[in-house]
T-cell receptor
Framework: DAKTTQPTSMDCAEGRAANLPCNHS???????VYWYRQIHSQGPQYIIH???NNETNEMASLIITEDRKSSTLILPHATLRDTAVYYC????????????FGTGTRLQVTL | DTGVSQNPRHKITKRGQNVTFRCDPI?????LYWYRQTLGQGPEFLTY????????KSRLLSDRFSAERPKGSFSTLEIQRTEQGDSAMYLC???FGTGFTEAFFGQGTRLTVV
């Protein structure tokens, strides 16, 4: 699975959009980008995934650059409950059975 | 369905003792995963079952660790002769189908070895 690079931490004001970047410059053609988050003392929670097109669901939007070497997770209106560690993971769903987590980005949403 | 259930939530044990954790996945989920997480780190993969077959094990899973999923439903993770370095959160996840499908995680079992 390709390696990902994320900032260690970010702050966001409540009600504003939180934009979390992820670099995956060695991503291969079959690998998808997945995002999970982990709120303190809980297990990780799936957010969204994509291959090359932008994706949106009820939780977030995922913007993947045309060359697929980076992506951004967008939480359109962050709330205090979005404070968590966000993990960007790249994997090939056809060959990999596991998720390889890095250290993620710690997002702090403040009043 | 209440999601992935892990028991116990917390376990304190003395060094050298054996411990066993249980994971009940979401009903009909054929895939089950165990991860370990230490403070400040992301979860690390330990092992993976498809139905009752253990298909992959990390080298992190030393010979003191054993996992089973005897009937393809619940799973147990046993650690023998615990060491202080085994102190961590042990997470279980399950998913359904083949290829990528969303993995649902339990709340974990926090092990403290004293």
């Amino acid at each position: 699975d390709a390696k990902t690079t994320q900032p260690t931490s970010m702050d966001c004001a409540e009600g504003r959009a939180a934009n979390l970047p992820c670099n995956h410059s060695t991503i291969s053609g079959n690998e998808y980008v997945y995002w999970y988050r982990q709120i303190h003392s809980q297990g990780p929670q799936y957010i969204i995934h994509g291959l090359k097109n932008n994706e949106t669901n009820e939780m977030a939007s995922l913007i993947i650059t045309e060359d697929r070497k980076s992506s951004t997770l967008i939480l359109p209106h962050a709330t205090l409950r979005d404070t968590a560690v966000y993990y960007c993971i790249v994997r090939d769903p056809g060959t990999a059975s596991k998720l390889t987590f890095g250290t993620g980005t710690r997002l702090q949403v403040t009043l | 369905d209440t999601g992935v259930s892990q028991n116990p939530r917390h376990k304190i044990t003395k060094r050298g003792q054996n411990v066993t954790f249980r994971c009940d996945p979401i009903s009909e989920h054929n895939r089950l995963y165990w991860y370990r997480q230490t403070l400040g780190q992301g979860p690390e993969f330990l092992t993976y079952f498809q139905n009752e077959a253990q298909l992959e094990k990390s080298r992190l899973l030393s010979d003191r660790f054993s996992a089973e999923r005897p009937k393809g439903s619940f799973s147990t993770l046993e650690i023998q002769r615990t060491e202080q370095g085994d102190s961590a959160m042990y997470l279980c996840a399950s998913s359904f189908g083949t290829g990528f499908t969303e993995a649902f995680f339990g709340q974990g079992t926090r092990l403290t070895v004293v």
